[in-house]
């Protein structure tokens, strides 16, 4: 078997595995991916002070990673395969792999609509610009859909998670944002790189369904605590509508 667990929560399929080995097995399922895929990061040096923060010398360095991480060009593919004939797709990066990004994506049959942008306000210091953005490949497969927010900027501003459990936590409301805008309710949201369960947890504020893979043990258990708030959250606020 290609994953170790597989927990339904709600609307939510939560599995625990490597996803080039699973996604295989959801192809053609998905309306749309949002993800931030695991990529390697640089700390632009091993001089002290170069980074501050979760990449501050004595946290991370040039001599490691800080996750396992997969090549561009190895998950391009299953997620183009794993999506209905007519998606959009949402794939996160820094700006140093921003090109491999593109190259392992728009080789694998996707097409450009986009790139967007996060604004962290708060930037990490570098030796070379501090890194205070990034960004979003916005692709599409088969025919190009209008987004259903056509007022939507290309820039959202907002800071770093405060109660993150997860070193690349992004905004849930980022993740909201391109879930809402690039399909309807009770379509289906894929994750194959679901961290702490972010892009879940949007997609239960939006009312849509979700398919999150993860590898990390670690990251798997609080992505599921995660979803189980958020589904309780959404319910209870359904109940009280009524």
Not at 54 to 78: A, C, Q, R, T
Request: proline share 5%; hydrophobic share 40%; aromatic share 8%.
């Amino acid at each position: 078997m290609p994953f170790e667990r597989d927990i339904t929560i709600g609307g939510c399929r939560l599995i625990q595995g490597d996803a080039r080995a699973v996604l295989p097995l959801l192809e053609g399922q998905a309306d749309l991916c949002v993800t931030d895929p695991p990529y390697a990061l640089s700390s632009g040096g091993s001089r002290p002070g170069a980074m501050g923060g979760k990449f501050s010398s004595d946290v991370y360095d040039n001599s490691g990673l800080l996750m396992d991480v997969v090549g561009w060009h190895e998950i391009g593919g299953p997620i183009y395969r794993a999506l209905k004939p007519d998606a959009d797709c949402y794939v996160m990066s820094d700006d140093s792999n921003l090109f491999a990004a593109h190259g392992g994506f728009i080789g694998a049959g996707f097409k450009f609509h986009a790139l967007l942008t996060w604004d962290k306000i708060v930037p990490n210091r570098t030796r070379y610009y501090m890194k205070d953005s990034e960004f979003t490949l916005f692709l599409w497969k088969g025919r190009a859909v209008d987004i259903n927010h056509g007022g939507s900027k290309r820039v959202w501003r907002e800071h770093r998670p405060a109660d993150a459990v997860h070193n690349t936590q992004k905004p849930v409301a980022l993740m909201q944002l391109y879930i809402e805008n690039s399909s309807l309710r009770n379509q289906l949201v894929l994750d194959p790189f679901m961290g702490s369960g972010t892009t879940l947890v949007a997609a239960v504020q939006a009312g849509r369904r979700a398919i999150g893979i993860e590898k990390s043990p670690k990251h798997f258990e609080a992505a599921c605590a995660r979803v189980r708030a958020a589904v309780a959250s959404h319910e209870l606020q359904e109940e009280q509508a009524i």
